[in-house]
């Protein structure tokens, strides 16, 4: 499932067409694709039909884009195959297109197409809603931040670690009286949102740290190792683009991300860890796996 430098890279791509641009038209290939939108396909064409769109933002692995003056946006969850890729009109649509958008703005006319071969992503419309957050964190060191509206289905999710407004003493100290697993207290989103599975086993491994180990036993010190280590391994996996095993994490040209090079723990169980030599371990998680060294992340 696209993490948050996948879903970073897509709205760094979709910024310069959608900004400012306005929808010409909109079309449901298939009512799959706006699963999450409450009012059916004729009421997602109908709402976008005209709107002037403004910069895309993201908060973890959620991704939506303002509807200029109306109180709404657009919301793009990928699930685990989702993708948003920006076609001129010439070119064949993909054979799992859902959505399709034509939209004109400054940087020209262009069509956007959400393709989705699982079809666990969705498009939907949704009000906007004041950020919870807000009142949560608010000031900082004496830093005003600004709070815009969040669309209703975000206002659960907690800032990510990329966010300038992230508190990284506020998440140590909530991280450390969970008395649950560290890896489970990274996945929660409502606790800290972007990381999924794949950097939590790399933070983790980058910290070294056991991902059963249990979060109210670790101390300070290597909580803040696991937020600093979360935050250095997604902003190394952004700037290659993110992670691709397949083809299916792609940016909005459709190009796959190499970051999966880089990996030193995920997906590399009985390979040798880059840092002691001892194979990497893979244990079954959550419906998902862990990968860990055990020489390196001892399990205290």
């Given at each position: 499932?696209?993490?948050?430098?996948?879903?970073?890279?897509?709205?760094?791509?979709?910024?310069?067409?959608?900004?400012?641009?306005?929808?010409?038209?909109?079309?449901v290939?298939?009512?799959?694709?706006?699963t999450?939108?409450?009012?059916?396909?004729?009421?997602?064409?109908?709402?976008?039909?005209?709107?002037?769109?403004?910069?895309?933002?993201?908060?973890?692995?959620?991704?939506?884009?303002?509807?200029?003056?109306?109180?709404?946006a657009?919301?793009?969850?990928?699930?685990?195959?989702?993708?948003v890729?920006?076609?001129?009109?010439?070119?064949?649509?993909?054979?799992?297109?859902?959505?399709?958008?034509?939209?004109?703005?400054?940087?020209?006319?262009?069509r956007?197409?959400?393709?989705?071969?699982?079809?666990?992503g969705?498009?939907?419309?949704?009000?906007?809603?004041a950020?919870?957050l807000?009142?949560?964190?608010?000031?900082?060191?004496?830093?005003?931040?600004?709070?815009?509206?969040?669309?209703?289905?975000?206002?659960?999710?907690?800032?990510?670690?990329?966010?300038?407004?992230?508190?990284?003493?506020?998440?140590?100290?909530?991280?450390r009286?969970?008395?649950?697993?560290?890896?489970?207290?990274?996945?929660?989103q409502?606790?800290?949102?972007?990381?999924?599975?794949?950097?939590?086993?790399?933070?983790?491994?980058?910290?070294?740290?056991?991902p059963?180990?249990?979060?109210?036993?670790?101390?300070?010190?290597?909580?803040?190792?696991?937020?600093?280590?979360a935050?250095?391994?997604?902003?190394r996996?952004?700037?290659?683009?993110?992670?691709?095993?397949?083809?299916?994490?792609?940016?909005?040209?459709?190009?796959?991300?190499?970051?999966?090079?880089?990996?030193?723990?995920y997906?590399?169980?009985?390979?040798?860890c880059?840092?002691?030599?001892?194979?990497?371990?893979?244990?079954?998680?959550?419906?998902?796996?862990?990968?860990y060294?055990?020489?390196?992340?001892?399990?205290?």
């Open positions: 499932m696209p993490e948050l430098p996948e879903v970073e890279v897509v709205r760094l791509g979709l910024a310069p067409a959608v900004t400012g641009a306005r929808v010409e038209a909109v079309s290939v298939d009512p799959r694709g706006v999450r939108h409450v009012g059916g396909v004729a009421d997602f064409e109908s709402r976008l039909a005209g709107a002037v769109l403004g910069a895309p933002v993201r908060r973890g692995k959620f991704l939506w884009v303002p509807v200029a003056e109306r109180g709404e657009l919301l793009a969850h990928l699930g685990m195959s989702g993708q890729l920006l076609r001129d009109e010439t070119t064949a649509p993909e054979r799992h297109v859902r959505v399709q958008l034509w939209v004109d703005g400054p940087g020209g006319a262009v956007i197409d959400f393709v989705d071969q699982r079809t666990f969705s498009l939907a419309v949704e009000a906007m809603a950020d919870p807000a009142a949560r964190v608010g000031r900082r060191g004496g830093e005003a931040f600004a709070w815009p509206d969040v669309p209703a289905s975000v206002a659960h999710i907690a800032l990510d670690p990329l966010d300038p407004r992230f508190d990284d003493e506020a998440f140590i100290r909530r991280l009286m969970k008395r649950t697993e560290v890896k489970r207290a990274l996945l929660d409502t606790l800290v949102s972007g990381i999924g599975n794949i950097y939590a086993d790399e933070a983790l491994w980058a910290a070294r740290v056991h059963r180990t249990i979060a109210s036993t670790l101390s300070a010190q290597a909580a803040r190792r696991v937020i600093e280590e935050r250095a391994v997604m902003v996996a952004l700037s290659e683009g993110g992670t691709s095993f397949d083809a299916q994490y792609v940016n909005v040209n459709g190009q796959s991300g190499y970051f999966s090079r880089s990996l030193n723990a997906g590399r169980a009985g390979q040798p880059h840092r002691c030599g001892r194979a990497i371990v893979r244990e079954a998680f959550m419906n998902r796996s862990s990968h060294c055990p020489r390196c992340q001892r399990l205290r």
